[in-house]
């Protein structure tokens, strides 16, 4: 059962009866049909969530999806008659993920899978009436392993990448496996060596600008062998300058109504920073690794994930408060930090990492690569003055 902390204090009143309410449908589980599971995963992919959360899709009209390295799944969480239905697609390791009106971009194992959305073909693929949006599986760049972390689309098209092998920030083109844009200042040559960590970055007018990484180390995984996790920071690429260090696990950084809000993982929190003062408050508190966030209208949307327990002699702040953590995405209100609503995996998904918002869709469905239907699927552009 997941206890949460969030920012004012008065909401530790509301939090009592939404987790009576998670208690009680827990216990009636079974009962009302709220776990999802996967027929064809060895996984159990079940999960609970709030009474509000389908209602609040649907209003919106969006799905959420979020990436599970550790289950090998995207997920997609879409609405139907107040319920939430849950798909989960297989794939290799699924990182990094972008979504925009024509795209789902995906970062997996040595890859980086590129869907086109069309809702004209509903009638072409399946007799239902529910799925609203397709996202037809179009390009595959193969990058090779650089721990592809995450990803965004610019405003001219460029795609972005956090290249965790590398130590870098590149763009995914066609002609290489990667092009390097920006690297730390302490790293000294660009090798596969995942030196410092580098994972998070957020996009300012539509180029990366901030970025989070483990430390500032410049020898071969040398994250991973230390005793002090608060070694973190949240860099200023434009400036190539530290904003804020002693960051314990930072992920996920995120720039919303000029704030930068990010993640320290190991502690459980999300922090709000003003980039010019570098004045930083708590936005909210969660009893999980923190870790996936996206913006949508006034929410933010943050996932969480378990401790693994490769990191049970790793530090972090919240093995010391919690004798458990959660994985689940937690919806908050993005003036107050109010928790709206939520979702908690319940069975052995454990480990989220991305999460991102499909909009103008509720029920939407990500094709597999081997479906037959693509067989005869075909976009091109008018004729023109073709003879």
């Not at 072409?124 to 650089?146: A, C, E, K, L, N």
């Not at 809000?261 to 936005?283: H, M, Q």
Request: charged letters at 20%; proline letters at 4%.
């Amino acid at each position: 059962m997941a206890s949460i902390w969030l920012m004012p204090i008065w909401l530790f009143i509301k939090l009592q009866v939404v987790n009576k309410e998670l208690k009680k449908m827990e216990e009636n589980n079974n009962a009302n049909g709220t776990k999802q599971e996967s027929e064809i995963s060895r996984y159990d992919t079940s999960s609970r969530y709030h009474s509000l959360l389908p209602e609040l899709l649907e209003e919106l009209n969006v799905a959420i999806m979020m990436t599970s390295y550790q289950a090998g799944k995207l997920i997609t969480l879409r609405s139907h008659n107040g319920e939430i239905d849950t798909h989960f697609l297989d794939c290799p390791r699924p990182m990094g993920l972008a979504i925009n009106n024509q795209h789902l971009t995906l970062g997996i194992w040595a890859q980086i899978l590129d869907y086109r959305r069309d809702d004209t073909i509903s009638r072409q693929v399946s007799d239902s009436d529910i799925v609203d949006s397709y996202f037809i599986p179009r390009t595959s760049h193969v990058s090779g392993m650089i721990n592809i972390h995450d990803i965004a689309w610019g405003e001219d098209g460029t795609l972005w990448a956090v290249n965790s092998s590398f130590s870098c920030i590149c763009k995914i083109t066609p002609q290489f496996s990667f092009e390097p844009y920006w690297k730390p200042k302490w790293i000294t040559e660009l090798v596969p060596e995942d030196r410092c960590h580098l994972n998070g970055m957020a996009l300012k007018e539509g180029k990366p600008r901030y970025v989070t990484a483990f430390n500032q180390s410049d020898q071969a995984g040398h994250w991973r062998n230390i005793g002090n996790n608060s070694e973190g920071v949240l860099i200023d690429i434009h400036n190539n300058e530290v904003l804020v260090d002693g960051i314990c696990m930072p992920h996920s950084p995120r720039y919303i109504n000029e704030h930068v809000y990010f993640c320290e993982s190991g502690a459980g929190i999300v922090w709000k920073l003003d980039p010019n003062t570098r004045k930083k408050t708590i936005f909210c508190k969660i009893q999980g690794f923190t870790r996936g966030m996206s913006h949508y209208g006034g929410l933010l949307f943050v996932a969480t994930s378990k401790i693994r327990p490769s990191e049970n002699n790793i530090y972090m702040p919240i093995r010391n408060e919690f004798e458990h953590t959660e994985c689940g995405l937690w919806v908050l209100d993005i003036n107050s930090g109010e928790l709206i609503t939520f979702l908690e995996f319940d069975g052995d998904i454990s480990q989220l990492y991305d999460v991102a918002i499909a909009e103008n869709c509720h029920f939407p469905e990500v094709m597999e690569w081997r479906d037959e239907v693509l067989a005869d699927y075909f976009q091109f552009p008018s004729t023109g003055n073709v003879s």
